[in-house]
């Protein structure tokens, strides 16, 4: 069973509840998946240990029901201090 | 024993592999054939870099298939191990190749060109 990028989205939103998740369905099947996860929890991590964080959100799918999920992280842009 | 006791388990063969290389890369095929579209990525990267490095086609080898997931703690292949060192998966490694940081990596791991 894949897993849908709505099962996707949850479980991260789950683990990393202040990560905004940005799905793009590369092959319009609802399996083969680019996410892209933005969370402050990234800050001050390696891009590995970015990784592993949404992995472990994952629950161990990865490399299972989702084989072909293409992942980026990154760390909210800087709010401007005015705002 | 059993005759095959005389090989290192695969924890100690994939030790072995990523230590006899400055650069190997895990992947499902062969560099020329790469058999699924996220090994293809990680070798057009490689070779955009012109590094050499050693290929494992896990295809061929159930146990490192296996064994190297448990050995990196990492869930997915490919897997690209720089000095030893294991870097990341293909997501990573472009994540890297963009910022520049792969290339940088390379250089300061003394890592000779392809040719």
């Known amino acids: 069973m894949p897993m849908s990028g709505s099962a996707i989205e949850a479980a991260i939103r789950a683990a990393i509840p202040d990560a905004t998740v940005t799905l793009t369905d590369l092959a319009g099947d609802d399996d083969h998946w680019a996410a892209h996860v933005v969370s402050p929890a990234f800050s001050g991590l390696s891009r590995l240990r970015q990784h592993r964080l949404v992995y472990e959100a994952l629950g161990g799918q990865m490399g299972g029901a989702l084989h072909a999920l293409q992942l980026t992280t990154s760390v909210p842009a800087v709010q401007e201090v005015s705002s | ?115």
């Not at chain 2, 490694?93 to 792969?102: N, R, S």
């Open chain 2, 1 to 115: 024993m059993t005759a095959d006791s005389q090989y290192p388990d695969v924890t100690g063969r994939i030790d072995a592999l990523v230590k006899a290389h400055d650069v190997v890369l895990f992947m499902k095929g062969t560099p020329l054939f790469p058999q699924c579209g996220f090994s293809s990525r990680a070798i057009a990267i490689l070779e955009h870099l012109d590094v050499g490095f050693h290929a494992v086609d896990v295809l061929q080898d159930q146990e490192v298939r296996q064994g190297i997931k448990a050995y990196s703690d990492w869930p997915t292949i490919p897997q690209l191990y720089v000095k030893g060192e294991f870097v990341g998966g293909s997501d990573i490694m472009m994540e890297m190749f963009e910022a520049g940081e792969l290339q940088a990596l390379m250089a300061d791991s003394g890592v000779a060109a392809a040719r």
